[in-house]
């Protein structure tokens, strides 16, 4: 099996409107050594899947290892509604990913979420059930808690669990990562940028994100700018750019984890490649810690993301 990366590149924002910058981004990756590509079905409504597939044709099979997500449900209008983990559509979903990949299995397969509804045994049993056919290679989860995944990896051992965080949300610091470390499962981290927000392109009035950021908000974001001007103070102390600092921040709190940077371009990618050189003094580490309690951050949890009828995007 493929070695996984530290790094990892996440291809949300892949799609045939940027479709040659995608591959040579995802080729940048691979030629530096990055091993690890997320994608999901839901991502651009399967064109991520489409691009990446396209990206990989040239690639030998052992040369990276590509993490799927599925069950996020969009409308036409580019709005989530709903979720879909049953385990009788889990099959179907993985059918149409492999078509749009192109490939025979992928690597590790996971639930973007978990339907409280549905008990996670029933839903991992389906995925060792696909892992044994010889689809899938590996079983991962996505922002669950400790107990759930306690009882999935009763099922069935799971290789990594996917889960926000950055320095405006530590909350998987409690119990999540304890765990993960307990149970021999990998973290993979995603969102240590802040979802934008800790980027020195919020300070030049460019700030933006794949996802809806509650902290980039008109609102919110004017409220969190004295953070983000007090980290790039010791981004510049380093010599070194505000998302640089964050990425390597990520990797020193959480040595044992990995982390996802989600890009469409060669040169923001080739930017996160080089944090990985970065080295953080504890007194840089308590200098980010001293900034990050001193200041309230107004919108930070993407947790609280909802579904348009209103129900809870649960997680």
Partial sequence: MQKVSRLGLGCMGMSRQNEEKSIRTIHVAIDNGITLLNTGNFYNSGESEIVVGKALRSIPRDKYFLSVKFGVLFEPSGRIYG???????????????LHRLGLEYV??????????????EDIIGELADLKQAGYIRNIGMTEIDAETLKRAHKVHPIHTVELEYSL???????????????LGIRVLTFGVQGHGLLNDRTLEGKASSAMVSPALSPENLPKNLSLVRA???VADCKGVSLSQLMTAWALMQCPNSMSLIGTTSPEHLQQNIDALKIELSDADMKAIEGIAASHKVYGSNMRSLTFTDGKPFRG
Avoid: M, N, W
């Fill in 83 to 97: 979720l879909d983990v049953h385990p009788f559509h889990i099959k179907a979903q993985l059918t149409y990913s």
């Fill in 231 to 233: 980290l790039k103070d």
């Fill in 107 to 120: 690597d590790l397969y996971q639930p973007s979420r978990i339907d409280t509804a549905i008990p996670v």
């Fill in 168 to 182: 405006i949300d530590r909350s998987i610091e409690t119990s999540i990562i304890p765990t993960a470390e307990e």
